[in-house]
């Protein structure tokens, strides 16, 4: 099991960034909790199914984003201190949604719900214009 819990979401205005975190919890691999765990956000707007955002393989070397994003969010990772963090640039009104965590076992970077075995709790980024 894994536990993951978001944090860094607030209100920003647009053109401005925010670093979204994910801490994970629970049981090891390659001695680190996220060690055997692609890991990927998404995010859920308002009356809006659940979008993918950018995901990460297990060693960091390969990411994967959406269209939406790309150029804009960067999508890390520190095996070490069990966290994989989001940096978001140059939002938009848009780019307003609960942004969630979520941990797929295996390799590859993901990009649908369904591949991903664990999520969090989500947390609310808002972006004014």
């Known amino acids: 099991q894994v536990q993951l819990v978001e944090s860094g979401g607030r209100l920003v205005q647009a053109g401005g960034s925010l670093r979204l975190s994910c801490a994970a919890s629970?049981?090891?691999?390659?001695?680190?909790?996220?060690?055997?765990?692609?890991m990927g956000w998404f995010r859920q707007a308002p009356g809006k199914e659940r979008e993918f955002v950018a995901a990460?393989?297990?060693?960091?070397?390969?990411?994967y984003y959406a269209d939406s994003v790309k150029g804009r969010f960067t999508i890390s990772r520190d095996n070490a201190k069990n966290t994989v963090y989001l940096q978001m640039n140059s939002l938009k009104p848009e780019d307003t949604a609960v942004y969630y965590c979520?941990?797929?076992?295996?390799?590859?970077?993901?990009?649908?719900?369904?591949?991903?075995?664990?999520w969090g709790q989500g947390t609310q980024v808002t972006v004014s214009s």
């Open positions: 990460i393989s297990w060693s960091g070397g390969s990411t």
């Open positions: 629970g049981r090891t691999f390659r001695n680190y909790v996220m060690g055997n765990y692609a």
């Open positions: 979520a941990a797929a076992l295996g390799i590859g970077v993901p990009s649908d719900t369904y591949e991903y075995d664990y």
